[in-house]
């Protein structure tokens, strides 16, 4: 028997995670909760059989002694709301809003820090997509004084949450290439692209190289990483291979005499969305990746 | 020019230290925006915008490091003026609420919140904290040949919900004809509460006569810049507008003489080249392509041994917006890599 879990929110996010979930070995998929009984992603839930309700998470405090874990695909608000009251039930919740309120996890580079944190927090999706990478220069390289994310998504896949709190992005994802990629110093920039037919999640990865790095001990490390995060995530690759230009450039974190620049394209494996929410899909994959993970660290034979 | 008693006919918004900053690649010092600001505040220009040239908090790998904190700037510029208006720019997913916050202790009082033409819903938290710190905020939105006149006042209104004292349509890639810009001027006046404003660019040799026109259909702001030093192949020139106008007898405010000298005393000398319309720049208007990609182009050709007229072209069909300079390196490598492809398999090249 695997972790007895809930996904609260039936949106996208919830409703695609919920897809991958019945895949799962070591996750078992108890319920999916919503508000309304009309949305499509209780809809979907019915249709494939999975139990679902619409009281919002009072339902899961009021079931909390057959849940091992929640995943929260809600809003920030609705996470700061109730994640004190997962964590006194017993509930370890994977939040995948910004709230921020556990530890920060990225899926590829610190996944076994804090499995017995009671509320562990993804991030953003364009974290988990470049965060990796600049890890992966980091353990190359002597330092990386700066970096800096250039997320390009298409409009369609932005949902509200996103737009009302674009700065939540860019911010949260700046913490996360400084605390968890080992940068010096950050910047994340996002943009939202309209075009028709919707274009895939790009995000690009700029870090300075300090004098004297094995060039070619980073390119490696970059390919190596793409390995890694395709591992859980199928649709990330390279779109281009890594290129090291010259500069010098005079980042925030000191004059350099290189960058790498690291573009990268995510495909989403269209579960439920559409497959140029990439952006949607690494988040999703992401919180299967932890919450096995999880499930493994706690002894489930999956 | 400045007729005692009588109101000028448009606000006159210059950006030579903001949108100009592009053509300098963003190295503006001290001295420089001392000596504009001072000259264009003695010509009686309204508002002087002053930022990185992608707005606050653009210095970066992807738009090219400020040679000098945008902030150090702007204080400058705040100190130096003594009746013009301090503007700054901002694109929300590049600079920071917080970024408002910190000019407003400098002195700014217009805050222009730069956004694409069709994602005006992501500006709603900083338009609301501009007008908190009680500043005007003006929305802008970019790339504006991008969408329809019906689509451009669907997107304004919602920035007039929000709390914007004046919407902006800005032709960014110099793309648009006077005709375009009648129709998109026209709607928004006819549908809008709050003044409208053009900032057009000149890759196609039509940004003074835009502005002209834009006016007649009642925008009641105007932008240029500086000898249109700026983004592609340059603003629409500020001296020249402003003698425009006076033959046409519209009432500026402003004194195009004074402006005149600015540009050739101040402005010129610090160009590293003069703002011609040159292959690449037509291009851009051409094509649509976002002015700020000229010269981020031109490296990458130079570095990948590609023609800078491929690389336009193609951002131009993939419909990049403001903000995607990164796709420019991803189009320059794939150009490269194709041009190696064929030179294998073209059997031309085995007989020569």
């Known amino acids: 028997m695997g972790l007895r879990c809930v996904i609260v929110g039936?949106?996208?996010?919830?409703?695609?995670?919920?897809?991958?979930?019945?895949?799962?070995?070591?996750?078992?998929?108890?319920?999916?909760?919503?508000?309304?009984?009309?949305?499509?992603?209780?809809?979907?839930?019915?249709?494939?059989?999975?139990?679902?309700?619409?009281?919002?998470?009072?339902?899961?405090?009021?079931?909390?002694?057959?849940?091992?874990?929640?995943?929260?695909?809600?809003?920030?608000?609705?996470?700061?709301?109730?994640?004190?009251?997962?964590?006194?039930?017993?509930?370890?919740?994977?939040?995948?809003?910004?709230?921020?309120?556990?530890?920060?996890?990225?899926?590829?580079?610190?996944?076994?820090?804090?499995?017995?944190?009671?509320?562990?927090?993804?991030?953003?999706?364009?974290?988990?997509?470049?965060?990796?990478?600049?890890?992966?220069?980091?353990?190359?390289?002597?330092?990386?004084?700066?970096?800096e994310m250039v997320s390009t998504v298409a409009s369609k896949s932005a949902g509200p949450g996103t737009r009302q709190n674009i700065d939540e992005f860019t911010k949260t994802t700046s913490t996360a290439l400084r605390e968890i990629g080992g940068a010096d110093t950050s910047k994340a920039i996002i943009i939202l692209n309209p075009a028709d037919p919707p274009i895939m999640m790009r995000n690009t990865v700029f870090a300075g190289l300090p004098k004297g790095t094995d060039h070619d001990a980073?390119?490696?490390?970059?390919?190596?990483?793409?390995?890694?995060?395709?591992?859980?995530?199928?649709?990330?690759?390279?779109?281009?291979?890594?290129?090291?230009?010259?500069?010098?450039?005079?980042?925030?974190?000191?004059?350099?005499?290189?960058?790498?620049?690291?573009?990268?394209?995510?495909?989403?494996?269209?579960?439920?969305?559409?497959?140029?929410?990439?952006?949607?899909?690494?988040m999703t994959a992401a919180a299967m990746r932890v919450g096995e993970a999880v499930a493994e660290y706690r002894g489930v034979k999956s | 020019?400045?007729?005692?008693?009588?109101?000028?006919?448009?606000?006159?918004?210059?950006?030579?230290?903001?949108?100009?900053?592009?053509?300098?690649?963003?190295?503006?010092?001290?001295?420089?925006?001392?000596?504009?600001?001072?000259?264009?505040?003695?010509?009686?220009?309204?508002?002087?915008?002053?930022?990185?040239g992608d707005g606050l908090g653009g210095s970066s790998f992807n738009y090219g490091f400020s040679a000098i904190d945008e902030k150090e700037l702007i204080a400058k510029a705040c100190q130096t003026t003594t009746q013009a208006e301090i503007a700054c720019l901002m694109i929300p997913g590049i600079g920071l609420a917080d970024d408002l916050r910190e000019v407003r202790e400098l002195g700014v009082s217009v805050a222009r919140i730069a956004v694409h033409c069709t994602e005006a819903d992501i500006t709603e938290q900083h338009i609301k904290v501009a007008k908190d710190l009680g500043m005007e905020a003006i929305g802008f939105l970019m790339m504006a040949h991008m969408n329809s006149p019906e689509g451009l006042?669907?997107?304004?209104?919602?920035?007039?919900?929000?709390?914007?004292?004046?919407?902006?349509?800005?032709?960014?890639?110099?793309?648009?004809?006077?005709?375009?810009?009648?129709?998109?001027?026209?709607?928004?006046?006819?549908?809008?509460?709050?003044?409208?404003g053009v900032h057009a660019h000149n890759n196609l040799a039509m940004a003074v006569s835009n502005s002209i026109a834009a006016y007649e259909e009642g925008a009641k702001n105007l932008d240029g810049t500086s000898a249109g030093l700026g983004a592609g192949a340059g603003n629409c020139p500020t001296e020249i507008l402003a003698a425009v106008s006076d033959k046409y007898g519209i009432s500026t405010g402003v004194n195009p003489l004074i402006l005149m000298d600015v540009a050739e005393e101040i402005v010129r000398p610090l160009m590293p080249r003069q703002q011609v319309i040159d292959r690449a720049g037509l291009l851009l208007g051409y094509a649509g392509v976002y002015g700020s990609f000229l010269l981020h182009a031109?490296?990458?050709?130079?570095?990948?041994?590609?023609?800078?007229?491929?690389?336009?072209?193609?951002?131009?069909?993939?419909?990049?917006?403001?903000?995607?300079e990164d796709m420019i390196i991803d189009v320059a490598l794939e150009l490269a890599r194709q041009h190696a492809q064929s030179e294998l398999t073209d059997p031309d090249m085995e007989t020569r």
Request: with cysteine; net charge negative.
């Open chain 2, 153 to 196: 006042v669907e997107q304004a209104t919602l920035l007039q919900s929000y709390g914007a004292d004046t919407i902006y349509i800005a032709d960014s890639a110099g793309a648009m004809t006077t005709d375009d810009v009648r129709r998109r001027v026209n709607a928004l006046v006819k549908a809008l509460d709050v003044p409208v």
């Open chain 1, 10 to 147: 039936s949106g996208n996010i919830g409703t695609d995670l919920m897809i991958k979930m019945l895949r799962s070995e070591s996750l078992d998929l108890l319920a999916l909760v919503g508000i309304d009984p009309a949305s499509d992603g209780l809809a979907r839930a019915r249709s494939l059989g999975v139990e679902v309700s619409h009281e919002g998470p009072d339902w899961i405090l009021d079931n909390a002694k057959k849940i091992d874990m929640v995943f929260d695909a809600t809003s920030a608000y609705v996470h700061m709301r109730y994640f004190k009251k997962y964590a006194e039930t017993g509930i370890t919740a994977i939040d995948l809003t910004p709230a921020a309120r556990g530890p920060k996890v990225i899926a590829a580079v610190n996944l076994s820090e804090h499995l017995d944190a009671p509320n562990i927090n993804l991030v953003t999706c364009g974290g988990q997509a470049t965060t990796p990478m600049v890890h992966a220069v980091r353990r190359a390289a002597s330092a990386v004084p700066y970096a």
């Open chain 1, 218 to 282: 980073v390119l490696e490390s970059i390919w190596a990483m793409e390995r890694e995060v395709a591992a859980y995530v199928p649709g990330y690759r390279l779109k281009n291979p890594p290129v090291i230009e010259e500069g010098p450039y005079p980042t925030p974190g000191g004059v350099v005499p290189h960058r790498v620049v690291i573009l990268l394209e995510v495909e989403g494996a269209g579960d439920y969305l559409p497959a140029y929410a990439g952006n949607l899909d690494i």
């Open chain 2, 298 to 324: 031109q490296r990458a050709a130079e570095r990948y041994a590609v023609p800078v007229a491929d690389i336009i072209l193609e951002l131009g069909r993939r419909q990049v917006v403001g903000g995607q």
């Open chain 2, 1 to 52: 020019m400045t007729v005692p008693g009588v109101s000028p006919d448009y606000r006159l918004i210059d950006s030579t230290l903001r949108d100009g900053s592009h053509a300098i690649s963003h190295q503006y010092y001290a001295e420089d925006v001392i000596k504009i600001v001072a000259g264009l505040d003695a010509a009686g220009v309204q508002v002087i915008e002053i930022a990185h």
